[in-house]
């Protein structure tokens, strides 16, 4: 069955007012900090931090520190390093969930190019729009590998004879062979960011197909696309160095019923946590069950977050007594 093409979304409209925010040197915005009660006993200590951080990307963690007024007044006794342990604190779990993004990504990747290939037994099957069901998007697929392979012909060659650095396969692949013209789909999927893997795992046709990559990792089709479509999102928050413990994501995990797939054991997903990054860490410990199993992941999270504040704990939408869990407590000890 093909799906019909999906109507894209009109561009929200835009402002009406005109920016006319002033730029600020560093020592007015240690001041405008300052003067919103802010404790800095080390001005210019605070003002290398903002010059190598940046106040735009610092300015949000000290929210959670504010008395919620409009003219952002924090509470009393507030220092700069309390929000500097906060930005701290989040590099260290963005850091943390890169790493089990980066497995379970690679692993679905494997695993979408190892079951097509063997099945329909050809190591160009992403070539046959007859495997999608959307032609439109598998045209894209195919232009996306094809601009690919392009760019890297037009680019400097990765090394010379005497070099210590070896060319990369899709480089070897395309000045070796003529035919087909795309390289086969174990160099593909590496051509890809995660929203295309994404969008091209979506876009397979049978069920059947959707369901053997995503057993592979250890979920059902509907769980894995799911997942997937919040790994794009979360990866994108992380990549770009953006606010993660508490940030709203606009999409999240869908929460699994069958029984195949790992999920907590006992009721410790409130409904306030559902909409926070709590099920996201969730979801990636399920998989890292899966494809990575005497992974330490679960441990090091334990490590970053169990002594942290309940002001954090909240932000990520965790539960108090959440490593006492069944799921999370064979992984911790």
Not at 150 to 169: C, F, I, M, W
């Amino acid at each position: 069955m093909v799906r019909p093409p999906r109507t894209p979304r009109p561009p929200r409209p835009r402002g009406s007012l005109s920016y006319d925010k002033p730029p600020l040197s560093l020592a007015e915005l240690v001041d405008r900090l300052s003067a919103r009660g802010l404790v800095i006993p080390e001005p210019e200590r605070a003002a290398r931090y903002l010059r190598h951080i940046g106040y735009y990307r610092l300015s949000p963690y000290t929210i959670p520190f504010q008395q919620g007024q409009p003219d952002h007044a924090f509470r009393s006794d507030t220092r700069f390093d309390d929000v500097l342990d906060l930005y701290v604190f989040d590099r260290a779990l963005r850091l943390l969930v890169m790493d089990a993004l980066e497995r379970v990504e690679v692993a679905v990747r494997a695993a979408l190019t190892d079951h097509m290939s063997t099945t329909y037994e050809d190591p160009h099957w992403y070539m046959d729009a007859g495997h999608f069901g959307d032609r439109g998007k598998h045209s894209g697929l195919l232009r996306i590998v094809r601009d690919t392979c392009d760019e890297r012909l037009r680019g400097t060659p990765d090394a010379g004879e005497d070099s210590l650095v070896h060319r990369s396969a899709l480089e070897h692949y395309l000045t070796t062979y003529s035919s087909p013209e795309l390289p086969p789909s174990w160099l593909m999927v590496e051509t890809l960011t995660i929203g295309q893997l994404a969008s091209a795992y979506r876009n397979l046709r049978r069920r059947a197909d959707r369901t053997a990559v995503a057993k592979s990792v250890g979920l059902t089709a509907t769980i894995l696309e799911s997942w997937l479509q919040t790994y794009v999102r979360v990866r994108n928050v992380c990549a770009h160095h953006g606010r993660l413990w508490n940030v709203g994501l606009g999409v999240y995990p869908a929460i699994p019923n069958s029984p195949a797939v790992s999920w907590l054991a006992g009721d410790l997903l409130p409904d306030r946590s559902r909409k926070r990054l709590y099920p996201v860490l969730v979801s990636l410990q399920s998989v890292l069950g899966s494809v990575s199993p005497r992974s330490s992941w679960a441990r090091r999270l334990h490590d970053l977050i169990s002594t942290r504040p309940p002001m954090n704990l909240a932000g990520m939408g965790v539960p108090e007594n959440w490593a006492d869990d069944a799921f999370w407590s064979r992984h911790i000890v």
